[in-house]
């Protein structure tokens, strides 16, 4: 059997290659695109079998660009993960830590990681535009006094060395991400990662006074749990807002079905973007 | 009278500055700030008498980075304003828009302007740090072939020259802005804009089933408009949220100061951001 092509941002090594791993063992086939856009354009023209995206960090909230490709790509929702976000200081082979003048890393990254640089004032932060990208980079270019930061894969897959592993200031640090299917093709993790389902919807309602709590009483009235609210502006319409929900229940359940045709009374647009087990 | 000192994020000529202009005419001294902490920094330690920040914006979605600010720095919303985002095309002096080969700007401004440069195919994007700064940039380095991409208060204020006005692709373009005070110093507009008040909080609450909802039954049953809802990560709580919201109606009036009351009964956490009229 022909194993999937996930398609993913970033460089090889990134936290999304990660995210692909722990959905999908070593059953899939990794694709990395710059950007964003090309993880669902790809995805919509058939170049990649299945997507995973980070949707959210419990350090810096949504990555909001891809709730606005989740609606404007048709794309579903079938999985989700969270994975801890380890950093570690990563140099080709030979190089030692007190070899080390420079730590190469993205910007969010480096800023994550200021108590290993209170403790070694010796090495420099420097800027660079990917995590395992720098590791790449450090190991290309055979620097003997610099380092990268980025996850364990990213050494591995460069062939470079972990000098100190989680050297991150917070380890409550997590991305969940999304395992994304179109119409055409199914690609779902081998088991359920749990018994527990959650579906998420994106909808707007008219702009009048209690209309998002009434929206929110479709579920509240049937002891659905909303995990997750976002909004978003809604184009064209200065000042008024999609609205994302996650909540818990599968499309499946009756309950859900009757808080969805409420919703559906209530909204000017809804669509349900996917349900799926609760992700680990 | 002196004039107060309004800090701000950006190089002199950014939109932040029309945002303090708009709000105090030319009443005021603006001080720029590389970063959006340090605009909150300097207020919180007196160096500026209050602050303009950007909260949210039609097209892009909200300044997330401020509403963290706000929550961490002890400082009041005491006027909005929403600017409309204009982008002109300027070059120095003497340039003519057949001379110009590269259009420098920031990039979220350079992808607002995408009609103009299908119909200029001759005109190359150029991604600078800032839009003001490139307009001093292409004035300063006298530039023959370039132009930049701001606003018109940049135009003047580095003496250069709108060649095209208006080259945003989308009109429905605003920023709504903050004007922030601290405890020790009152700078405020000198009329209210609007007769409408709107009101700023932050809460969380214990995640349990239906507590969102609760929490906003207490403006639904007031009827109390809701005009913004954002949610944020809780730090050290992965997963559990604090909310922003943003309501029509004063903490003077006796309806508003049930409704907080109520809330606070629910809420883990409750801080009020501020009352001000609603921007025009």
Chains 1, 2 share one sequence.
Not at 57 to 72: M, P, R
Not at 94 to 118: E, I, T, Y
Not at 124 to 144: C, H, I, P, Q, W
Not at 234 to 239: Q, Y
Request: hydrophobic fraction near 40%; aromatic fraction near 10%.
């Amino acid at each position: 059997m022909k194993k999937p092509r996930i398609g993913f941002q970033g460089e090889l090594g990134a936290f999304s290659q990660e995210a692909v791993q722990k959905l999908l063992g070593d059953a899939a086939v990794v694709v990395p695109y710059q950007r964003f856009e090309d993880v669902f354009k790809s995805l919509d023209a058939g170049e990649t079998d299945a997507s995973v995206i980070p949707i959210e960090n419990t350090l810096h909230g949504s990555v909001h660009e891809n709730y606005d490709h989740l609606l404007n790509y048709n794309v579903r929702i079938v999985a989700e993960t969270n994975v801890r976000i380890v950093h570690n200081l990563i140099a080709p082979v030979g190089v030692r830590l007190k070899d080390v003048r420079r730590a190469f890393s993205h910007p969010v990254a480096l800023n994550q990681c200021l108590d290993f640089f209170v403790r070694h004032p010796n090495v420099e932060k420097s800027t660079f535009y990917d995590t395992a990208g720098s590791v790449r980079m450090v190991v290309n270019e055979g620097l003997r006094d610099a380092a990268a930061i980025a996850s364990s894969v990213a050494a591995e897959i460069y062939g470079a060395h972990i000098l100190k592993r989680s050297i991150e200031d917070d380890r409550r640090n997590f991305t969940r991400f999304f395992l994304l299917n179109t119409k055409k093709k199914r690609v779902l993790p081998p088991q359920p990662t749990s018994p527990v389902w959650k579906t998420s919807l994106v909808f707007s309602t008219s702009n009048t006074p209690g209309s998002l709590f009434r929206s929110m009483s479709a579920f509240a009235l049937r002891d659905l749990n909303l995990t997750k609210i976002e909004s978003r502006p809604l184009r064209g319409k200065p000042w008024e807002y999609l609205f994302y929900l996650d909540f818990n229940g599968s499309e499946g359940e009756e309950k859900v079905q009757n808080a969805l045709r409420h919703l559906q009374e209530l909204a000017d647009f809804l669509r349900v973007l996917g349900s799926y087990p609760e992700g680990d």
